[in-house]
């Protein structure tokens, strides 16, 4: 059985930085592509950051490129998404996800690629 498990969300001053982790069991993450997701109140789930399995390529978001770093850890089967210079339009539920395809590219848009779902994590951020 799969199962995706978002850690490291909180509440956290703007400008500040959490690095949030999801960890598999069921899978070996390193040959998934890994998404992280985001979904603010009364606004749809949104895409922000990627990073294919075939050549780890990564992909983000144009609001937090420059602010948010995502990356694998292999021998602890999980994937990182470290957050820097926190913004309040930041604060969401944090989603990662898992997707089997051999890729040498990862989608933010394609959400139904993604087969595997964690439950999320929740981050704050006061202004």
């Known amino acids: 059985q799969v199962q995706l498990v978002e850690s490291g969300g909180g509440l956290v001053q703007a400008g500040g930085s959490l690095r949030l982790a999801c960890t598999a069991s069921?899978?070996?993450?390193?040959?998934?592509?890994v998404g992280w997701f985001r979904q603010a109140p009364g606004k749809e789930r949104e895409g922000i950051s990627c990073i294919s399995n075939r050549d780890d390529n990564t992909d983000y978001r144009d609001s937090v490129k420059g602010r948010f770093t995502i990356s694998r850890d292999k021998a602890n089967n999980m994937v990182y998404l470290q957050m820097s210079n926190l913004m309040p339009e930041d604060t969401a539920v944090y989603f990662c996800?898992?997707?089997?395809?051999?890729?040498?590219?990862?989608?933010?848009?394609?959400?139904?690629?993604?087969?595997?779902w964690g439950q999320g994590t929740q981050v704050t951020v006061s202004s």
């Open positions: 996800a898992s997707d089997s395809a051999w890729l040498s590219y990862c989608s933010l848009n394609y959400e139904a690629m993604y087969e595997n």
């Open positions: 069921g899978i070996t993450l390193s040959y998934y592509t």
